[in-house]
Each structure stands twice: as C-alpha cells, then as structure tokens.
C-alpha cells in the first residue's frame, strides 16, 4: 500500500487553523452584514461555457475540467464520436462538451454576474452581495499559491455612485482594522492609465503601458522606461509618463498636479474627478465615527498611486489594492477591486455597472500568523475532561459530563477506564484546562475534583459549584 | 449568446438560503463543540488512487474524475501515450492517471481516514473531529439528490468504548431538539444482520439478507420473504428471520427475546451486549439532565429496529439511522452512521476502531422548510436604510451611515439621489425594518427622521436617540 497524500498545491486544514480561519470568516462576514450586504453561494462546477474565454488565454488553460462521467458505458457508435473530440481536448483548452462540459469555479466574480443575469426579476438593485467560497487554478503551486485557495469578495452592481467605492474603502478599513492588520490601500482609475495613452499620443497602447508601469516596484523607472521604449513608446511619451510618476504629495496635491499635466485629456480629467469623489465621499463616512480633529478621518494609509494597474481586463473605473504595511511582512497583494461597467454584458445584460472588492483569505491568514495577531483563545476547544476510573465511577461521571454541556461548558469523558497517566497525557496533549475526577470519594459524597491544569490546584466541590466555577 | 445556465444537479444558494443553512451550520457546529469534538477541513481534490475502489462498483463510476491540465501542450511523443491511456478511460471507471489523476471528494470519511493516518503522529487519540463540507456525485439528480451536497459528520477514533455510541446518540438528540426537527432514531447492529445469516445456516449470505431487509419498510414482509427466497435462503431460515422480524416491545424487552432466539450465536450475543451497553450509556447520560421521573430518558424515540440495514460495507457494529418522525413531511433518512472497525487500514494504520454519524444537511434544510421551524429573524438582514436626498444632506446621510454602523446596526444608503418612491420601492422589496430620512430640515435641525415601515410610523430625533431606538 502507498503511502496516502493529497493533490500538489492543495491543503488539510487541521483544527486549529479550521479555527482561525473561521475567525477571518466570520469577522468579514460580520462587517459586511453591517454594511448591507447580502450573502450568495454559487455551485463549485459551472458549465465549461460559462467560464472559459473570460479570464484571458492563461485562463482559459488553467481551469480545471471535469471528465464526463460514465464514458466507458457509451455504445461503440458513440465512442467514434469520443475519439475524435478527444483530439480536441490534445490541441486546445478549450476542451469539447463530449468529452467535458463542466469546470471547477476560477474566481467569484464570473459565477456572481452569471447569477444576477439568471435571477435579474427577483434582484431589488442595487445588489450588494458578499461570498466566501473556495476556487480552484492549475497554477504551478508555490508558497502562498495554492490550485484550492478561498476567495472573499463584496460587489455592489446595479449602481454608478462612487458612495459604492467609498463604502468599499470604509470595509476595508475597518475589516484590516479589526483584524489587526496594518495595510496601505491603494487606489488608482483605470481611466488615469488610459490618459497616460492619450498623454503619448498612442491611446491604443494602454495596455502595454498599464503592464510596463505595473512593474515600478520591482523593476524601478529605469526599468520601466526600458520596457516602455522596447513596447514602441516615442521619447517624448516616456518623459510625459515620467513626469506623472514623479508627482509626490497628498492624495489632494497629487490630483491638483494630474489636472495640469491631463488637462487636454477628457478621459483622465473623468478618471481624477472620480477619485476625489470617491475620496470626498469617503471623508464624509469617516467623519461619522470620529477622528474629528483630523481632515481625512483613517486617510493617511489610503494613497493614490497612479502606477497601480491590477491584472483584469474587465475593470473601467477606480481600482483599489491592498498590501501589509509592516515592516516584518512580505507578502504581496492581500486583497484588490475595481469598478467594473459591464460585467453582466457577458451573459447578455447591458448597462448594469459595478464596483467590486476581493481579500485574499489564505494570504490574510499567512499575514496573521506572522504578526501573531489571531486571538489566543480561539484554539481552545474542549475546557474540561472527566477522568473515566470505570463502574460506577464511569456512570458518575456521565451524569456530569451532561450537566456541563448543559450549562454551555465544552466538555468530553477520555471513553476507556484507561491508565490514569494516559488520560492525563491525553488532556495535557488536547490543552484542555481542566480535569475533573470523580472517583469513588466523590461519587460517595456526591462531588466532583476539580484539577487546574495550569496551576495544578485541586479541589473537591459540589457538580453544581463546579458548573459555576468552569463557566467563569 | 446563450442563456446562462448552471450544472444539472448543483444549485446557487439565495442569501435567504444562505442565512438559512449558515444556520443549521453553526447550530450544530455549537453542538459538536459542547462534546470536544474538533474542526477539520480536507480539500475538495483527492488524488483518484485515494478514492477509487473505496465505495464499491457504483462509487467509482459516481466519482467526478479532473482531466489533467495542459494536455493540449504535451509533446508529440507523449501524445502516443495519452492516446493509449484514452483508451482506458474509454473501458472501464477507474481512468487513467495520464488522463486524469484527480478527482473531487465523495464523501467525508475517506478523506477522514486518509487524513489521521497522514497525520497519525500528531494527533492526540481518542480524536473527535467534525467536518461540513460539500461532496460531489455524478448521480442521477431528482428531487432531494444533487450531484452537490452538504454532508456533516462527527466521528471518534481511536477508542472501542461504547460511551462513543452513546455520545453520538445525545449529539443526535440534542442536535434535532434545537433544529425543531422531530425524529425516530433507529439502532441496530451489524452483528445481528451476522447473527440472522448464522441462524439460517448461511453465515456467507448476511449481505444477502441484508439487502432483502434494508426493503421492509417498502415491500413488506411477503415481499422480503420472497426476495430472500430468491437469494436462495432456504424455507427454515426465512421463519427463523420472521420470528426475529416479528419481535416487538420496548427496547429492552426486543434484546431479551433476540437473545433467547439468537443464544446459539457468538456474534449475535455479542451485538445484542453491544445494543445493551449503548443504551444503558446513553440513559447515564441522560440522567445528567434530568427527566429524572421517567426511566429512560429521552429514549422514547430510540427504537431497535433490526432491519435497519444502512447501505456501506465498512460498517462492523452498531449502525444507527434518523428519519423524521412528523407526518407532515416525506423523506428518507436524514442521518446514519455506525462503528467501523478499520477504516484507517485502507490507508496502512491497522488497529484504530471509529464510530462515526452523519447529517444530510440539504435534506433536513428541506424538512425544516416544510415544517417552517427556521427563526423568523433570519432572513432580516439590512435593518436601516438611509434615504439619499443628494447634495449636502447626501454628505449628512453619510456620516449619520457610520454611526449606525459603529453602534451595530446593520444599515445602508441608497447610493443615488434616485426618486424618493423609487428608493422607498427598493427598501421595501428588500424588507428593510427603518427608513431613516435625513432632509433639508432634518440636517439643519441635526437630527433625523426614522419611518418604522411595518407601521408607517414616522419621528424626528436626534441621531443619538435613533441609534438608541434601533438597537433594541
């Protein structure tokens, strides 16, 4: 027999990192109720048609398909037919319904507009909806890329008030916060990247800008430079780009300094009006719950950084990213979003604009660990164990095994009258904090022993005093 | 473009269908956690050598295989052998490792099992763990079965002892009390389904007679009678199982007269012990408790029933199954489990003895919805919305917005100056509680008016008193 494992870049998660990852959850979920937003769960397999051609080529090949079932049960007649889709499957991704019709979810936010497209008659829009589910991609795994990772996101569609991307930012703020997370977010519009286009005289090149500058942090402007003139940018286009880059300042003095150099340009003028929207409304949210003495409320980590681009094509309007601000962290990109202005026109359903967030679930959770900024007690679990002596003792001790649940007190009997030291090994292993022992002495007197297993104190007291002191 | 569509078999979830099962999710998360067991997550991906031949025939065929990505970027060379491999895929259920080497989870045990013996050094045993996650068939969907689904088990390894058997009877009790699902819990053992082979002679045909008794409840006793028959039970054996059948009494009074008809069978005074010492466990149990009046406790919907079959080979001891007890509602069982002797041996760990049970969740969703016993504060959601009256009293609307917020009060704007009727339509169809309207004289007087939308109600505040009045 071989030794059992599990799949390449997929994970058990063992009961105190079920735990914690329940904390993150349930946190999230807690702020977005709060905020108005509605839960949704889509199935784990679309149909192959739903999904492929919307995540790009790279994409499309790392979608895992699922084989139909029942194959080697189709008549010879239909088994040509297999055969010759089957040279499909070899020389495309996009693999034949013969031979697989259904896929593994890849993001949250292609099964969220397929399911506002099918129930748009029982939607009241605007729709704000969260989900927390897991999504799956052939990705080559290495650290903190998984194929089965979580993804948490919150959508706003069927609006175009940029009070949608200030509230975005408002549940960022406060989910990092109550997480105790240090974060910069970032924001920047996508319509700021078409100017720089438009600031070149090359509009049709702003993707191969938007990539080029997407890599400031690593390459550096050398760097980016570089590959901007290798991508068939003119002179004069980088030095313009260049001056953009290098405006320094406020969130404020940055957009007063994009207005001049953007001037001529309707589309970066939209894109700056919008992000000082979006930062007005913002302030206004803030201003709700204090931090009066200061202009921009919890504004000092938000910062415009032009160079920011975020991979999806589908975005239109502000995007937004966030990474760990502390020092001890590295780590990249722990959550992101965007405005996007026809998602639903995939699936047939024009004019329904949205703006979206995404945290990044597994990433969060590395971050935490490493700061050690998950709470103590959520490993906890069981609070007392009864000793089993067996007999009547063991009988005893099924009666208060009971009236602690009862009385809300995670509790457990070791089930075999084994050796007392394998019992107490068995507790000390769990981290259970207290033993109780009730043996012959006690069950006479109709008592329970009560053993911290911290402190080693033990005392003999009645079941119902020891209901009393285990809820404390 | 096509109309979208999901999978045959899977289902999106609405948020009040979410609220609704998150519901049934941490009622009995509550629970297990009461009786130490812990959380444990495995991922939706096993490697197919894990899975395959471990459910029997019909499981292998029901496993959802992942084709193997890239294959359409394979080298000419290794198309040959894919080719080849193809063919396999073509001829039998257990496919390819070329083909596919994946395949999503089938159920919750393998992995459990697959799971301890990986990590069988770290963990503290007797080890309780709970699990509630999706597993996937490719079985026929009809009402009630989807290819999608919910399971949750609790299991205990590690440890022989019957106490386990009881516990999960209280898990049982306890779990369908908060849910207000009314339920008969059937026990049985697999030892007397043994010892009623041993009494016809044919140790070898328990399966046999297993399979013919697992139909009593549909065809009836003429009708099981003559599909033993059929199975090749001869005459005598048919009325040694009848007299067995026709047992009946109160628990007690059923294992005193199976051991007087079985007393000639190792196996089957030993099930009968086991029966015995289970419910004598779970009376100590229940003592704890009180219904200290009657003798039994809460046993009254216990019931020995020994044509209780339960369908998977693994089983070795007692079995138990739960359906529920209302007229009203027509289903099957809603949960069943039992003792297996050595599960982790398919894995290479010999020796480790389990018992484990088993919730439908989707299934007694159902049952809920039928007996409408889900709490009605559920599906409530957003409580407050504000209405946006744009310009400035927008900007006041705001800050008023994360006052409620901070004071924890689920609450959102309409995040466009749309028309009032249109607004009130939205928050109406949402079933939002309180319209909180911020006007020209509401701002400048700095208070706000609240409209309790059930009774049309409507006062002038301040901020402060409305936060106060919508937090109770």
Not at 418 to 439: C, E, H, S, T, W
Request: hydrophobic share 40%.
């Amino acid at each position: 027999m071989s030794k059992p494992s599990i799949p390449q870049g997929t994970r058990d998660f063992s009961p105190a990192e079920v735990r914690r990852r329940q904390y993150i959850f349930n946190t999230l979920r807690t702020i977005f109720e709060l905020y108005g937003a509605q839960p949704l769960e889509t199935p784990s397999m679309e149909n192959l048609t739903t999904l492929m051609g919307k995540y790009g080529e790279e994409g499309d090949r790392l979608i895992f398909k699922i084989l139909n079932n029942g194959l080697h049960e189709k008549k010879d007649a239909d088994k040509d037919k297999l055969n010759s889709e089957w040279n499909n499957v070899l020389s495309r991704p996009y693999s034949t319904p013969v031979v697989t019709e259904r896929a593994l979810r890849y993001d949250l936010t292609i099964p969220f507009a397929r399911y506002v497209v099918m129930h748009q008659n029982d939607i009241a829009f605007p729709f704000r909806r969260y989900q927390m589910q897991p999504v799956w991609r052939a990705d080559r795994p290495q650290k903190g890329r998984y194929r089965e990772f979580w993804q948490c996101d919150v959508d706003m569609v069927g609006s175009t008030s940029l009070i949608n991307e200030a509230e975005l930012l408002c549940i960022y703020q406060t989910a990092f916060q109550k997480l105790k997370v240090p974060v910069t977010i970032k924001v920047n519009s996508r319509k700021l990247l078409a100017a720089l286009a438009d600031l070149c005289g090359m509009p049709e090149k702003m993707i191969d800008i938007t990539v080029a500058l997407d890599k400031l942090d690593k390459i550096g402007w050398v760097g980016v430079a570089n590959e901007l003139k290798e991508r068939g940018i003119a002179e004069d286009g980088i030095w313009q780009i260049e001056k953009v880059i290098n405006v320094k300042g406020t969130n404020d003095e940055k957009l007063v300094a994009y207005a001049d150099i953007m001037q001529h340009s309707a589309v970066g003028m939209e894109g700056i009006n919008e992000l000082g929207k979006t930062l007005a409304y913002y302030r206004s949210l803030e201003f709700g719950i204090g931090d009066l003495d200061s202009d921009n409320g919890r504004e000092e980590n938000i910062v415009v950084d032009i160079s920011l681009a975020r991979g999806l094509n589908y975005y239109t309007g502000v995007i937004v990213e966030v990474v760990c601000s502390s020092e001890a962290v590295k780590m990249g990109s722990i959550g992101g979003g965007g405005r996007y202005d026809d998602l639903t026109g995939l699936f047939g359903l024009k004019g329904v604009s949205g703006v979206g967030i995404s945290f990044g679930i597994d990433r969060i959770y590395d971050v935490m660990e490493e700061l050690d900024v998950f709470p103590k007690q959520l490993v906890e679990g069981t609070k007392a164990m009864l000793v089993n002596f067996g007999g009547e003792n063991e009988t005893y001790a099924l009666q208060i095994l009971q009236q602690l649940r009862a009385a809300n007190i995670a509790a457990e009997i070791y089930p075999d009258a084994a050796k007392f030291d394998k019992q107490m090994k068995y507790a000390n292993r769990r981290g259970i904090a207290y033993v109780l022992l009730p043996g012959d002495e006690e069950r006479q007197k109709n008592m329970v022993s009560v053993k911290n297993f911290e402190t080693g104190e033990q005392k003999m007291m009645s079941v119902g005093e020891a209901v009393i002191s285990l809820q404390s």
